[in-house]
Each structure stands twice: as structure tokens, then as C-alpha cells.
């Protein structure tokens, strides 16, 4: 079950904000009528009588006191930065399961909760940049790849090789490691290595991760559509990715490229890394840093 976390949030804010102008506007000035009323009128005030005709209904007061709360919440969450946790391998090296990271929310443009419309063109997402977007095909989820293709980008792949625009990726073997993605006491565990590429795409020079053997997508090429963006994860052979769009010759294939307004944002820095958040197994701050 997918919870609309923004929605939620959006709703929250509203409620607590009409209960906080509903006492504003109407049941406090009634409550200081009725203050008025009863000093002018009785012959001893008591206390305990004031401190009744004063008091705030409790769903007033727990609106008034949760509202600059959830707006302020709801203001950095929707137009500043935004925290995610890294679920899955598909960015590795640069991001490791257990990473929390943070997203820059106005890099891309200043866009409306929940509805995602952007209503302030800030910039452009490039090439080499790691975004966080909502999912193509199930927009409840957020995904977090790189940015490989542009608007009108010509991409390929094959023979583990990206190409842009008919130009191969550069990048330069750095090393070769074991594959810890092998579960232990497989057959091959002893026999599988992996190979970190150093790459460059754009301005952004990043590690990227290429198993010695495993299946990988028949070579093919895509032209990326205007308001789209072609996105592929580090961890090349193991991330479900902008590589497998659907198409009518390999109808098999769900992903798809990124749609302008599924975008969240730009991931830029971890913060903390957690893979398990248990009280056994406290938080590391090893990996805290900016992302590549």
C-alpha cells in the first residue's frame, strides 16, 4: 500500500489552517464576548467561571498548535528539500541501500504540491545529474537514476557502452571488485567480479558499475521525445531503468522514459546511511557527502 504522502500533508495543513482561522474569526471573539458579558454582570468574578468561557475547544486548540508545524513542513518539503532513503542497489557505487539522501526541490523549477505543475521555471535538468522522479508506471512510487538522455537525445546501448548521440560515453577501468550482489555460498560467488568504470556524462564525473558476465538489453538505440528525460541507474546491470522502454517489436518491456512533470527533484548530498533502522544496528555517518 502506497501512502500520498504530499496529499496527506496538503490536507493536514488545510484543516488545521481553516480551524485556526475559524477561532480567529468567529469562536474567539465570542469567547471575549462572553468574557465581557459575565464581568460586567456578576457581582464576584470567579476564576474557574473565566478560565471556562475562555477555553478553546480541543479540536481549535490542536489545530492552532499543529498548524505553523505542518506548514512549515509542507513549505520546505514541497519548495526546498525533501529526504528520501535509498531502497534498492540500482545506483550503485555512488549510492549504496540504506543511504538517506536529500533532494534539492527548486533545481528543476518551483512546482505545486500534489498536482506537480511547475509554476516557476528555475532550470533544466542535465546531463550526469541525479534525479529523484516518480515512477512511469506507477507514479506512487519515487525512482532514483541519472540522467543520461536530454529532450531530443539520440541514446544506445550495447556491449555494456552507452552512447549520446552517437558518441560513446568516455569513461577509464578503475577497478575490479568482488560482486557482493552474488548471495554466499553460490557456485560463482567466488568467480563473480564486477568492474568500476569511472564515467563522465556532462559536467558529472561518477563511478559506474558493470558485472564481468551477466544478461544485458539487446543493443538498441532510443530517441528521447521533448518533456522527457532517458534515465539509467550506475548499478548498469542490475537496475530497471530507461533502458527497457516499451515498445510494439518488445512488448514485454514496462519502463519508460521520464516525463517532465514526474519529476521530484535533484538529489545533491547523504546525510546519513541506515540500512536497517532498528535500535541493534545504530545509524553510520561514514558516507555523509555530496553526490557525484
Not at 493536514?12 to 464581568?39: I, Q
Not at 577509464?172 to 554466499?184: C, F, S
Not at 530497471?240 to 521530484?264: A, C, F, K
Amino acid at each position: 500500500m502506497h501512502i500520498n504522502f504530499p496529499l496527506l500533508l496538503v490536507i493536514a495543513v488545510a484543516v488545521t489552517g481553516l480551524l485556526a482561522l475559524l477561532d480567529l474569526l468567529w469562536l474567539a471573539p465570542a469567547r471575549r464576548r462572553a468574557v465581557n458579558a459575565y464581568e460586567s454582570s456578576a457581582p464576584v468574578v470567579d476564576p474557574g467561571t473565566l478560565q471556562r468561557l475562555n477555553k478553546e475547544p480541543l479540536l481549535v486548540e490542536y489545530g492552532k498548535s499543529f498548524f505553523p508545524v505542518l506548514a512549515v513542513v509542507l513549505i520546505l518539503r514541497s519548495f526546498l528539500v525533501e529526504p528520501f532513503q535509498i531502497p534498492s542497489g540500482s545506483m550503485k557505487p555512488t549510492l549504496e541501500v540504506g543511504d538517506f539522501i536529500l533532494v534539492n526541490k527548486f533545481s528543476y523549477g518551483i512546482r505545486l504540491p500534489v498536482l506537480d505543475t511547475r509554476i516557476i521555471p528555475v532550470g533544466e535538468p542535465q546531463r550526469g545529474d541525479v534525479m529523484v522522479f516518480r515512477y512511469p508506471n506507477d507514479p506512487r512510487i519515487n525512482y532514483i537514476k541519472r540522467v543520461v538522455g536530454l529532450p531530443g537525445d539520440r541514446i544506445g546501448y550495447a556491449d555494456k557502452q552507452l552512447f549520446v548521440n552517437g558518441e560513446p560515453v568516455e569513461r577509464e577501468l578503475l577497478r575490479t571488485v568482488a560482486d557482493d550482489e552474488v548471495p554466499a555460498g553460490h557456485p560463482l560467488q567466488a568467480l563473480a567480479r564486477v568492474d568500476i568504470y569511472q564515467e563522465q556524462l556532462g559536467d558529472a564525473v561518477h563511478e559506474a558499475r558493470y558485472k564481468k558476465v551477466s544478461q544485458t538489453p539487446p543493443a538498441r538505440e532510443w530517441v528521447v521525445p521533448e518533456g522527457h528525460y532517458f534515465m539509467v541507474g550506475d548499478n548498469r546491470d542490475n537496475s530497471n531503468d530507461s533502458r527497457y522502454w516499451s515498445s510494439p517489436d518488445m512488448p514485454t518491456e514496462l519502463w519508460g522514459m521520464v516525463p517532465d512533470n514526474y519529476i521530484v527533484g535533484k538529489a545533491f548530498a547523504v546525510w546519513m546511511h541506515w540500512p536497517e533502522p532498528k535500535l541493534k544496528n545504530l545509524p553510520s555517518f561514514s558516507r555523509v557527502g555530496l553526490i557525484d
